[in-house]
């Protein structure tokens, strides 16, 4: 067994290897801890392993087949992905998106950000032993995912909004569905708070691990709730309002802590202020009204007119095989994901395909903040410390 | 033969082979099992002898706490295989044969002079009469060793505090 | 696209160049967002300058992101996206660097949040950053030959 | 019925193997661990004169014996652990200098 | 040899009750997974085993084969004997414990040997207990030393100072019963249990005067959760954190040993809780008029059972279960008959009751295992160290000073 002499110290420390195979790891993150006895003395974070060359990618994708594989970046939040993607390029086109279709986004991306903070409760939760809580969130994960399907034929991968708007008409019913939800949603965070929230067990778990100070956040760039569990305010939603979300009200949750349990109570706050999103946005979408902008060569027609009009099915023929050619130029969008920024970085050089995609993944960038959290505790809190960024590798490694 | 005089002698036979095995051994760990073997034998032959009590109390405090430190302490050593170095010349000509000697002359006087007395009828020993002794005629001895326990905890926690 | 007259009253650009007329090479804004493109050399200057001034307080580095213009020259371009909190604005610094000697200095000291960023473009555009703390490759395999997002790599790799 | 004198010989080749093992082990655990070898024939001679002699001292030292031999275990064992960080060794020949 | 068993008839008794029990005790071994699966996944919404038998029935079976026929991997570079003696102490340790259980008053005759239920009846039953659960750390700390990994060997470690911190509080926490029965003896601690306080409140330890054992009885519980490994102690094989700690390293069978060792640790500590805190087999109910339908209560219970398999059994989705769970309810009436008679009914209640008690508590134990998060560490040093070894040193000052008083 490799054991090696600390020289500062003079005690034997061993390097433990945690991951990429580790159940606690959120995929295939490597964690490389220089242990003197279970206290953490040195991590050292390892990526990569997840590498799929989405940015190279998407340099050889016209614009709207890039979205797909937006899709696979954060994979517990694919909207939000989307979302940020489109936006990005259609800051670039100058393109107004109509209303409906934004309010459709907000509520989709909100409901979005809940299923991700429920896989992140459950794992956390699971991390630290309690079993209960991970099914309970799977539970409620799943009537979202439903309503996901319900909206785009699927429940993970799901491209739904497009360059200018959506990919299609929402079905029949699909409001009644969320309504569903927002009403059952409630008592359940309930529930989850009931098994925690003030559970002994918990609260020593928690309370005082993983601890980072406002100044330390900023400087290393940690962005959503990890951010602002340490007190700091920053939300996208609020500072850079995009998709009408200054026509919404909403609250964002912030504590001065800065430990894990702060994080946890941010994360529980920010359940119940997404569902005050998305009851606003139930009641501010129109019954009737296009879906995607009118700008002919850029978004596709609709069908019915591709079928009547020859100039749309032209323009059909020419955005499906080469696309369409945004002016040169070069945009940062960023947007609130679940995770925090995520950003798109997008330059065009005048030809269909984009010249250069950069995600600013905020996964990526919080994940730096790790070996801050955990050196010199133990190792169980390095469980604690990884559950509490709320990583997904898709979204690190890229 | 009787019950009992067959389960002395297997009971013997482990404490004997687990004693040569701690010395043939090479890795500590594999030397602790062969002592635990030893220990719970002797547990065995104080049942045989009626001391229900301290069998009991063999396994519990010996094979239960004192080993389980030696086996922690190793583990957490890390302790690898012995080293074979020379081992002194003096113990090899000389302490050998003599601790060899040393053994069969005391197995032989003591198989031929205290093998005479006869062993006490059976029936194991109340424990209540035990704790009675304990805590009327040794009561002093026995209040004596708590204190002792005591500083040894105190020594156990300062050595192992030393280092930061 | 750039409107230089217009941004000559922009604060933060007045600011930089009343502070050091060296450090701003030009300025642009398109859809909303102002870049700044700052001469090599300056970058570390102006990015200590631009964190600590309390007009601006750029403390927070969102991102740093290189493009690869291959095969105009200089090739790279640097875009630290730069946030200011308690002022809600962003600002894009940009650096260019040839590709004969890619190196720029590195910011690490300033925004500690830079480190990833300045090893993953190390790792995929091959842009080294003087006075890194830790610059080796982040998602590659240690022993990857190549630089993967440089526009002569092809997107199915060496094979 | 088996006669005391069968204990006290499996007690005294006991005692005579925690001898031997006590000066050819090189291990400092080890060495330690025949001593508590080498206690435990001596309680066995104990706990068989005992019941030879019908008298219940005999258990009350062996009581009182392994409670000696807790105390040491755990002063010794500490003192191991300090000779092992100091050292980086176990051996007993590298254990020569009376200091820790 | 021949001559040997001959003069001792009590071996082959012995050697009997021993098979029977252990026949019994590795199906309830089982069908204690079984059952915690099902409790577990009903408190998480979930339906638990449902494809392999009626209502998954026959998945112990299932799990059984899988485990046998499973690769065996062994790790390059353990130390392949201790490798292999660790599941071997676990499994055996443990279920030797359970010899030392009495499971009712009741005596039987076995070839013209009066024989009661439970195998072995020691003066000192207790501390051999004790004895034996406190070699179970051997089979935890030398699998994880044996595997030469690295998680495993943390886990060992955690396993051997975790174990030996909570016995201390596990025998400190029963100093108080033994002061109450003035016995070691398992038997003579039910038996200083009888009677009723006021005539209707037990006389259990849990409430007995002169000092209530509640104090005990909380130590002695959370200690033994975490003697046996479960949640929210089991950091030896905390998933989250070391993999599966000892045991990552084992594979097929030998795993399985780990398995089975938790779980009859977990029924012997039930077992105990029941007999030193609860009253064994003594019924919580006073003997007097009103009450004396309860000696059918089991009848009853299994006559219920039984009803309900079948009216499930008929509506069962499948064939089997249609055909398996009425045959299963109609075995069960049987019972119900057969310990309705009044000879057997005597003979039934001890057992009877000491069986519910003890499922009682391993429905808590799965039950906490559903609902807490685990601990870290150091935390579990300090609970041990600082929470329960004081609190049941101050149990056996106040006890033994509530005896004192009460003499006077």
């Known amino acids: 067994m490799a054991t090696t002499v600390n020289t500062i110290t003079g005690t034997q420390t061993m390097v433990l290897n945690m991951g990429p195979q580790h159940p606690s790891t959120h995929g295939v993150l490597r964690v490389v801890l220089e242990l003197d006895g279970e206290t953490v003395l040195k991590a050292r974070t390892e990526i990569g392993y997840l590498h799929t060359g989405i940015e190279k990618s998407c340099e050889a994708k016209t614009y709207s087949q890039a979205i797909t594989l937006t899709?696979?970046?954060?994979?517990?939040?694919?909207?939000?992905?989307?979302?940020?993607?489109?936006?990005?390029?259609?800051?670039?086109l100058g393109l107004e998106v109509p209303k409906r279709a934004q309010y459709i986004r907000v509520l989709l991306t909100e409901l979005t950000r809940i299923g991700s903070h429920l896989v992140w409760l459950g794992t956390h939760a699971i991390d630290l032993g309690a079993m209960s809580v991970f099914l309970y969130c799977f539970r409620e994960r799943e009537e979202i995912l439903k309503i996901l399907e319900m909206v785009s034929g699927q429940r993970m991968m799901t491209s739904y909004f497009r360059i200018g708007g959506l990919a299609l008409e929402p079905p029949p019913g699909w409001l009644a569905a969320v309504e569903r939800f927002v009403g059952m949603f409630p008592s359940r965070i309930q529930e989850y708070e009931d098994l925690l929230t003030k559970n002994r067990i918990w609260l020593a778990r928690t309370q005082g691990v993983g601890k980072l100070d406002a100044e330390d956040a900023i400087a290393?760039?940690?962005?959503?709730?990890?951010?602002?569990?340490?007190?700091?305010?920053y939300d996208v939603r609020k500072f850079f309002p995009y998709s009408s979300y200054d026509e919404f009200e909403f609250e964002v949750p912030t504590r001065t802590e800065g430990d894990c349990y702060a994080r946890y109570l941010v994360r529980l706050a920010e359940l119940r202020e997404s569902l005050r999103i998305i009851r606003q946005a139930m009641a501010k979408i129109p019954a009737e009204g296009p879906?995607?902008?009118?700008?002919?060569?850029?978004?596709?027609?609709?069908?019915?007119?591709?079928?009547?009009?020859?100039?749309?099915?032209?323009?059909?023929?020419?955005?499906?095989?080469?696309?369409?050619?945004?002016?040169?130029?070069?945009?940062?969008q960023a947007i609130e994901s679940p995770r925090g920024e995520l950003g798109f970085y997008v330059a065009s050089d005048g030809s269909p395909k984009p010249w250069r995609v950069k995600v600013r993944a905020p996964s990526f960038v919080n994940l730096q903040a790790l070996p801050k959290f955990v050196e010199g505790r133990l190792i169980a809190d390095v469980v604690a410390c990884i559950g509490t960024i709320d990583i997904v590798l898709g979204e690190v490694d890229r | 033969m009787s019950?009992?005089?067959?389960?002395?002698?297997?009971?013997?036979?482990?404490?004997?082979?687990?004693?040569?095995?701690?010395?043939?051994?090479?890795?500590?760990?594999?030397?602790?099992?062969?002592?635990?073997?030893?220990?719970?034998?002797?547990?065995?032959?104080?049942?045989?002898?009626?001391?229900?009590?301290?069998?009991?109390?063999?396994?519990?405090?010996?094979?239960?706490?004192?080993?389980?430190?030696?086996?922690?302490?190793?583990?957490?050593?890390n302790a690898g295989v012995e080293a074979r170095t020379n081992v002194s010349r003096m113990a090899r000509y000389v302490g050998l044969p003599l601790g060899f000697f040393l053994t069969v002359e005391l197995a032989y006087w003591i198989a031929g002079g205290a093998g005479r007395q006869a062993p006490v009828s059976a029936g194991p020993t109340p424990t209540r009469e035990l704790a009675r002794m304990l805590f009327r005629e040794f009561v002093f001895p026995f209040e004596l060793t708590s204190i002792l326990i005591l500083i040894a905890i105190l020594g156990a926690v300062v050595l192992a505090k030393k280092e930061t | 696209m750039a409107e230089t007259q217009d941004l000559e009253q922009n604060p933060v650009v007045s600011k930089l160049r009343a502070w050091d007329p060296q450090a701003v090479a030009e300025t642009h804004e398109f859809r909303g967002e102002l870049t700044i493109v700052v001469p090599r050399e300056q970058l570390r200057r102006a990015a200590e300058f631009l964190h600590g001034d309390p007009e601006s307080q750029f403390a927070y580095l969102s991102d740093i992101t290189a493009v690869d213009r291959f095969p105009v020259e200089p090739r790279f371009e640097l875009n630290y996206h730069l946030l200011s909190i308690p002022h809600r604005a962003r600002l894009r610094l940009k650096v260019r660097v040839g590709g004969s000697d890619p190196v720029v200095d590195s910011v690490n000291a300033v925004w500690p949040a830079a480190n990833w960023h300045e090893r993953e473009i190390f790792d995929l555009f091959g842009v080294r950053f003087e006075g890194h703390p830790d610059l080796r490759r982040i998602l590659m395999p240690e022993d990857w030959e190549g630089h993967p997002l440089r526009k002569d790599y092809p997107v199915e790799g060496f094979r | 019925m088996v006669p005391i004198s069968y204990y006290l010989v499996l007690s005294a080749i006991l005692f005579g193997l925690g001898v031997v093992a006590f000066i050819?082990?090189?291990?400092?655990?080890?060495?330690?661990?025949?001593?508590?070898?080498?206690?435990?024939?001596?309680?066995?001679?104990?706990?068989?004169?005992?019941?030879?002699?019908?008298?219940?001292?005999?258990?009350?030292?062996?009581?009182?014996?392994?409670v000696v031999a807790a105390a040491e275990a755990a002063v010794g064992l500490a003192i191991i652990l300090l000779i092992a960080r100091n050292q980086q060794s176990l051996n007993i020949e590298r254990v020569n200098l009376l200091k820790l | 040899m021949s001559n040997l068993v001959a003069q001792h008839p009590v071996l082959v008794v012995a050697v009997i009750k021993i098979a029977v029990l252990m026949f019994l005790l590795l199906t309830a071994l089982a069908y204690l997974t079984w059952f915690e699966r099902k409790v577990v996944a009903h408190i998480q919404s979930r339906w638990g085993p449902y494809r392999a038998g009626p209502h998954g029935l026959l998945q112990p079976l299932a799990d059984g084969l899988k485990f046998l026929f499973k690769e065996d991997v062994t790790p390059s570079g353990a130390d392949r004997f201790v490798y292999y003696l660790a599941p071997f102490l676990t499994l055996s340790l443990s279920l030797t414990a359970i010899a030392l259980i009495p499971f009712g008053p009741g005596e039987f005759k076995l070839f013209g040997q009066r024989t009661s239920l439970g195998i072995a009846n020691l003066n000192i039953g207790l501390l051999f207990l004790f004895a034996i659960t406190s070699l179970g750390v051997y089979g935890v700390a030398l699998a994880g030393w044996s595997s030469n990994s690295k998680y495993p060997l943390l886990g060992g470690l955690r396993s051997s100072a975790q174990m030996v911190s909570y016995e201390l509080a596990l025998t400190m926490s029963v100093v108080g019963v033994l002061l109450l029965a003035g016995s070691f003896n398992l038997r003579e601690i039910i038996a200083a249990q009888q009677g009723f306080l006021w005539g209707w409140l037990p006389r259990w330890n849990i409430f007995a005067s002169p000092m209530p054992q509640v104090i005990g009885f909380s130590c002695f519980f959370t200690a033994a959760i975490a003697e046996t490994n479960r949640l929210p102690f089991d950091l030896p094989e905390a998933e989250g954190e070391l993999v599966a700690g000892f045991h990552t390293e084992y594979a097929s069978f030998k795993f399985a040993m780990f398995f089975m060792g938790e779980y009859a640790s977990m029924i012997t500590v039930s077992c105990l809780a029941t007999i030193l805190f609860f009253g064994g087999w003594l019924s919580p109910f006073p003997q007097i008029g009103a009450l004396a339908w309860m000696r059918y209560l089991p009848t009853a219970l299994l006559a219920a059972g039984s009803a309900w398999l079948v009216w499930d059994g008929i509506r069962y989705e499948t064939l089997l279960g249609k055909i398996v769970l009425p045959v299963l309810g109609v075995v069960l009436a049987g019972l119900a008959v057969l310990i309705a008679l009044p000879g057997a009914n005597d003979f039934i209640q001890g057992p009877f009751w000491f069986l519910a008690k003890v499922f009682i508590f391993l429905f808590i134990y799965v039950w906490v295992r559903g609902t807490l998060p685990r601990f870290r560490y150091d935390q579990l040093m300090a609970v041990g160290w600082k929470l329960l070894l004081p609190a049941s040193l101050a149990n056996i000052v106040l006890t033994s000073f509530a005896i004192v008083v009460g003499k006077r």
Not at chain 1, 303 to 319: D, N, P
Not at chain 1, 321 to 329: A, K, N, V, W
Not at chain 4, 34 to 62: H, P, W, Y
């Open chain 1, 291 to 332: 879906i995607r902008s009118e700008a002919p060569g850029i978004v596709p027609p609709d069908r019915e007119k591709m079928k009547t009009e020859m100039e749309a099915l032209i323009y059909h023929f020419k955005i499906f095989t080469e696309g369409f050619s945004p002016p040169p130029g070069e945009v940062y």
């Open chain 1, 71 to 92: 899709d696979r970046l954060d994979y517990l939040a694919p909207l939000s992905n989307n979302l940020c993607y489109c936006l990005a390029v259609e800051k670039l």
């Open chain 4, 24 to 66: 050819f082990k090189r291990n400092i655990i080890t060495i330690f661990m025949s001593i508590e070898l080498m206690l435990n024939a001596v309680n066995l001679t104990f706990v068989a004169f005992s019941r030879a002699l019908g008298k219940l001292d005999g258990q009350v030292f062996v009581f009182f014996v392994i």
């Open chain 2, 3 to 77: 019950l009992e005089l067959v389960l002395f002698f297997v009971l013997a036979a482990m404490a004997i082979g687990g004693a040569v095995s701690l010395i043939l051994q090479r890795h500590p760990i594999h030397s602790a099992l062969s002592l635990i073997v030893v220990m719970v034998a002797l547990a065995g032959l104080y049942l045989l002898l009626g001391a229900e009590f301290i069998a009991a109390v063999q396994i519990i405090v010996y094979a239960g706490a004192i080993m389980v430190l030696f086996v922690f302490v190793i583990m957490l050593l």
């Open chain 1, 220 to 233: 290393l760039g940690v962005s959503g709730p990890t951010l602002r569990g340490s007190g700091v305010g």
